[in-house]
């Protein structure tokens, strides 16, 4: 990993769209999620506002999930303070959804009672390497066979075939020869 | 998801048709997110005679339309046979069964029956009654396909009926076994079936391929646990899993390096595995499984009421 | 040796020629009645193509059964051709000479039968082309199938090369045959004249083929071995099975050999051809072969037994004090042990009914073995049987089962009671002239150049 991308800096926000019938005790909130990172760790920091105030909105229970394929990955959790903020860490061994290395790292509020649910994701590039796409080697177990196989498969079964033909080509000669007058 | 269209449909009739129903759903998702859609793009050939039943299906422009069932059964799998033999891309699944958690109930397997419409007599995910010497508490064993990285059944498949994945699943290919069953005497589970009578067709039509079919019990073919790929291509859990309450079995993508149970609890993989002390069955034989254990430690259940079979009868 | 009297010479071919096409009562008794059960046998095939392999009692955990220790037996019994043709050629015993067509015979019969063992017990037999159109070399099946084709095509071969002359002979001799019938003994005989080329040519021939053979027929059952040896079940997974089979191969071989010589010296009036020489020699292999049949039991049940692993046991268990113990000592006593005392004594072996009798209990010792070797190793897997349905943790074979068994073995006999027909049984050339070469004890025949001692019914 290089030194300067070590601290590399992901912003990304997403605004919510669903328009949900107001409620009175529960808010609808915006969180802004500002990734970092240091030699092993994620740091994640949201800041969730209240959407119709744009004042910070605390005392609102986060959970950090990373999306995998069959569920979500609990990773951190917290508070949000009176500035509305809250600061995480986890660690950054978390492989990428695929090939591409990214994985989804989603913010969600679940039965808060400050705050409505809501979720909020943001894409990151995992700094592990993802496990390529090995085909199926030639091999005694996969579907093509190990060229060795093949060739001393075909070698023997072909000798002995060859010279199967060769006796009967005798057989022909044997037929050829009785023209012949020669004792 | 090759063409990426969307479709919905429903039957426009009423009556009994909860399977003909399930059918088309089931096609539909099949195809991953895709993509039934009308003849002209699916190519498929021998239009079946018109059988007079209507089906109303949702085409990618968004019109609804109401086409001949017969036209709908004709659609062409989204999935090729090419990709059922290579697996799911950038996919390697495998499974943790943690055998502290496992009290025996059974579910797993008839949550199992119940996906792949087998009969109770047959058993692709068996719980047996374990204990490894006399003195030692006995344990619940879940036994799954252990889907072996080096498997002993691919190798001696004399058609490539039977056949390893990419995405580490092993399959069997029922339109090409031949039922000459040497996989089965080369697996060292036990853990493949053969269909030694006609089976009991399920109302249901499928138009994957075989591998991948949900119903996979032909007349004189193996069959085995197959990981639910079907499922997995929708991102669904397998059947065994979603229907273990005790969260015993985790399923998951190694690649990812997470596994989620029942509950939908999602953990690191290598995690699990380093904090449960996790092993696999038979090391030894070589047979490299997908299929991990935790061993019976502090166990939820009570261990005293496990009576084990003698072997044989 | 001087050349023989070409009056002689006349009076062996005719001699030799009179079995040809010739019924023996006993023969239409006994070929009628394999006939019918290969009858049922047929109907039971049947039975079992319509309502699938639930008819026969093999189960999950016995998944293979009596067809698969069938197709072994048989596999192993076409050896006896490669023993003959080709072993005691180099070893150069010459006394085999009276012995090589009936030797090729029964291993022509027994690896038809062997080819076809698979595809009854195949779950869908009408993929079987699958096997050329979506075959994988990896696989011991495909090896075998291949093998066995080999092997068949080969022996076809070694069948008929040495038939050329002998056809030549019967198209010159039996002139008043069937117009089809000396027509095609015609396009047989391959213009034989017996000239020096055709004779230099045929003995090179027939010597390729001896060569080539040999390697093809341990192929063909080292490979059926390793069907069992490459899986990783207890008592299966073992390094000594490609030679057990073939060791145990050749000892059923030549104890159906000698059986069949017992029958068609009387049957066929062939004394002065199929002599006691003869039944002392095979007597003598068949000795050195049960002697080493039971060192490699020892190793195969004895070497396991010491250490007593733990999947072993229970299999050893069921071996030796289980509910095949019966079967085992039997195979082991009455089909090894009382076999080599017998024929240790030089006064048994010099007796056929003593050599017929332990060919008898070593034959039977060997078809039981090819089933102990298949099924009580398949009832005990790594993974213990628990919660079986009923029969899925045994194994009683069906009478489907039976009868298509039954009907295979009818069947082999039959198939080389018919390839005797159209034949001498004897290879009239080169039993000739061996007796011109090296006089008649060597061969082992007995007073056959005695004109006088020939009883003649040439046709």
């Known amino acids: 990993m290089q030194a300067n991308k070590i601290y590399n800096f992901i912003f990304l926000s997403f605004l919510l769209t669903t328009t949900v019938a107001a409620q009175d005790e529960k808010i609808n909130g915006n969180i802004a999620l500002h990734l970092s990172s240091n030699d092993s760790m994620y740091v994640v920091t949201a800041t969730v506002t209240n959407i119709a105030t744009q004042q910070p909105a605390k005392d609102v229970e986060l959970t950090f999930y990373v999306q995998r394929t069959f569920g979500l990955m609990k990773v951190a959790d917290g508070t949000t303070d009176s500035t509305g903020i809250i600061t995480a860490e986890f660690s950054s061994d978390i492989r990428g959804h695929d090939a591409t290395k990214n994985f989804l790292l989603i913010a969600k509020v679940e039965e808060s009672d400050v705050m409505k649910d809501t979720a909020f994701q943001v894409s990151i590039q995992s700094k592990l390497t993802f496990p390529a796409d090995k085909p199926i080697p030639r091999s005694i177990a996969g579907a093509h066979a190990p060229w060795w196989l093949v060739v001393s498969f075909i070698a023997a079964v072909g000798v002995v075939w060859l010279l199967f033909v060769y006796v009967l080509y005798l057989v022909y000669r044997i037929k050829k020869a009785s023209m012949k007058v020669i004792s | 998801m090759a063409c990426g269209n969307n479709c919905t449909c429903n039957r426009n009739e009423s009556g009994n048709q909860d399977n003909s129903r399930r059918d088309f759903l089931l096609k539909g998702l099949m195809g991953g997110i895709g993509a039934a859609f009308l003849s002209g793009c699916s190519g498929s050939t021998s239009p079946k005679s018109e059988s007079g039943d209507k089906v109303n299906v949702l085409t990618h422009d968004g019109k609804l339309v109401a086409v001949d069932k017969s036209q709908v059964a004709n659609f062409k799998p989204h999935i090729s046979e090419e990709d059922v033999r290579k697996g799911i891309p950038g996919k390697k699944f495998v499974m943790v069964i943690d055998l502290a958690k496992c009290d025996g109930c059974g579910k797993c397997t008839k949550a199992c029956n119940k996906m792949h419409y087998l009969p109770s007599n047959k058993e692709w995910i068996e719980v047996l009654e374990m204990q490894d010497s006399p003195e030692v508490s006995p344990y619940y064993f879940v036994k799954p396909c252990m889907h072996c990285d080096n498997p002993p059944c691919t190798k001696v498949c004399p058609v490539d009926a039977t056949f390893k994945r990419e995405d580490g699943i092993v399959a069997i290919d029922t339109d090409r076994c031949i039922g000459c069953r040497f996989c089965m005497a080369a697996c060292p589970y036990s853990v493949r079936l053969f269909n030694w009578t006609e089976p009991v067709k399920p109302n249901i039509v499928e138009t994957t391929p075989a591998a991948e079919n949900v119903f996979q019990s032909k007349k004189g073919c193996v069959e085995k646990c197959d990981f639910c790929p079907h499922m997995a291509r929708e991102g669904k859990l397998p059947a065994c899993v979603t229907g273990c309450p005790m969260n015993a079995i985790w399923f998951g993508d190694a690649n990812e390096d997470a596994v989620t149970c029942y509950d939908g609890t999602t953990t690191k993989l290598s995690q699990l595995l380093e904090d449960g002390g996790a092993y696999r069955f038979m090391e030894e034989l070589g047979t490299e499984p997908r299929v991990y254990y935790l061993p019976p430690v502090n166990r939820t259940y009570d261990a005293k009421e496990i009576k084990i079979e003698k072997e044989g009868k | ?459």
């Open chain 3, 1 to 459: 040796m001087e050349k023989l009297n070409p009056e002689i010479k006349n009076q062996i071919e005719n001699e030799l020629l009179s079995t040809v096409g010739r019924r023996y009562r006993q023969e239409t008794f006994w070929v009628i009645f394999l006939g019918l059960i290969c009858v049922g046998g047929t109907v039971a095939w049947i039975i079992q193509l319509r309502k699938g392999l639930g008819v026969t009692a093999m189960r999950d955990y016995v998944s293979w059964g009596l067809y698969i220790s069938l197709l072994f037996f048989f596999v192993g019994v076409s050896l006896i051709g490669a023993l003959v043709s080709c072993v005691l050629r180099m070893s150069g015993a010459k006394w085999r000479y009276p012995l090589i067509r009936i030797a090729e015979a029964v291993t022509l019969s027994a690896i038809f039968f062997a080819g076809f063992m698979p595809v009854l017990d195949m779950g869908r037999p009408e993929r079987l082309y699958y096997l050329i159109t979506h075959g994988r070399i990896q696989s011991p099946i495909l090896w075998d199938v291949v093998a066995i084709a080999t092997y068949f095509i080969g022996s076809v071969i070694y069948f008929y090369l040495p038939l050329i002359p002998d056809l030549a002979i019967m198209r010159d001799k039996l002139t008043d045959a069937p117009k089809w019938r000396r027509k095609l003994w015609r396009w047989l005989a391959m213009g034989w004249e017996d000239n020096l080329l055709q004779r230099r040519l045929l003995k090179k021939a027939m010597l390729i083929l001896c060569i080539v053979i040999l390697p093809v027929a341990i192929s063909v059952h080292t490979i059926s071995a390793w069907l069992i040896a490459f899986t990783l079940r207890p008592g299966w997974n073992s390094t000594i099975m490609g030679p057990y089979f073939v060791f145990g191969a050749l000892m059923a071989g030549t104890a159906i050999m000698i059986l069949i010589i017992a029958k068609l010296r009387h049957g066929y009036r062939l004394e002065h051809y199929l002599t006691p020489k003869h039944f002392n020699n095979l007597a003598k292999i068949l000795l050195a072969l049960t002697a080493f049949y039971l060192y490699l039991n020892i190793n195969k049940y004895g070497v396991p037994a010491y250490k007593m692993a733990k999947e072993e046991k229970a299999v050893l268990n069921d071996l030796f004090y289980g509910n095949n113990s019966f079967f085992f000592w039997f195979t082991q006593i009455a089909g090894l042990v009382i076999p080599i005392i017998i024929l240790s004594f030089k006064r048994f072996r010099q007796s056929i009914k003593w050599v017929v009798t332990a060919s008898v209990m070593v034959l039977l010792g060997a078809l039981i073995n090819r089933y102990l070797i298949v099924v009580p190793n398949m009832l005990h897997p790594f993974v213990p049987i628990q919660h079986a349905q009923h029969g899925y943790a045994s194994y009683n074979p069906t009478l489907i089962e039976w009868a298509i068994t039954a009907s295979s073995l009818a069947g082999f006999v039959l198939l080389i009671i018919l390839l005797f027909k159209p034949f001498p049984v004897i290879t009239m050339w080169e039993v000739t002239e061996e007796v011109e070469k090296r006089g008649e004890k060597e061969i082992g025949v007995e007073n056959i150049i005695t004109l006088q001692n020939i009883p003649t019914h040439a046709s």
